[in-house]
């Protein structure tokens, strides 16, 4: 139970660790959450009536959950007894990744961070008079939105998605997560240096090579 002053304007956090912490020892359980409000004096109001947003009110205004994890030798679930004849392996699946929005990221209009083509010529540079080899290659290049929630196909860092949580609370103020090379690899380039004569020099960082949300 939480109290919360009649006035208040905003976003509401409410504390239901105990509630996801059941859920992941008993996934079938997990039924969702429901939220009652009563006065102090016992009676019953209408989550709507007092201002509060459901799923199906404004996508900047809808309820959601932030859930952090770390890693445990600790396991979550009590040990089974070992049962003598073998089980079939069960197919493995990827879980959902649960949306705010209740909607799928293509649904938002743009399209998802993710690495593009870009070939560059030293010739259009106007490198060629020093750049031997190659003559050109291809970096690459990151663009694309960070939707929200971040998956692991984003290769997002904590920041950004701490940064996108924000983002939603605070959008005039807080920016979104940007599309960014979050791995590069370096290429050999044969060239004259100053003084004439030919080097060959492994520069590093001039290829995307993973792109994500930072």
């Known amino acids: 139970m939480q109290s919360v002053p009649a006035g208040q304007e905003g976003w509401l956090a409410f504390d239901v660790t105990s509630a996801s912490n059941h ?19 016992d009676r019953s109001l209408s989550a709507g009536w007092i201002g509060l947003v459901g799923r199906r009110g404004p ?4 309820p959601f959950m932030v859930t952090f994890f770390r890693e445990s030798q600790v396991p979550c679930r009590p040990p089974r007894a070992v049962k003598p004849h073998p089980r079939k392996k069960k197919p493995k699946y990827d879980l959902p990744v649960p949306s705010i929005h ?10 998802p961070c993710k690495k ?35 998956g692991s196909c984003m290769n997002a860092t904590n920041h950004a998605l701490i940064q996108q949580v924000v983002h939603l609370l605070k959008p005039d103020e807080v920016p979104k997560a940007c599309c960014a090379p ?11 240096d100053d003084n004439n004569n030919v080097i060959l020099k492994k520069h590093r960082n001039m290829v995307v090579k993973t ?4």
């Open 23 to 41: 859920w992941l020892l008993h996934p079938r359980s997990n039924l969702g959450i429901r939220l009652y409000v009563e006065t102090e004096e």
């Open 182 to 192: 979050t791995k590069l690899s370096p290429i050999s380039v044969l060239f004259y």
């Open 116 to 150: 593009h083509e870009l070939y560059v010529s030293f010739s259009d540079l106007g490198w060629k008079d020093w750049v031997l080899a190659p003559t050109g290659y291809s970096a690459y290049y990151c663009d694309g939105e960070c939707f929200y929630p971040l």
């Open 59 to 62: 996508r900047s205004k809808q």
């Open 102 to 111: 209740n909607r799928s990221p293509a649904n938002n209009g743009g399209q």
């Open 211 to 214: 792109c994500g949300c930072l």
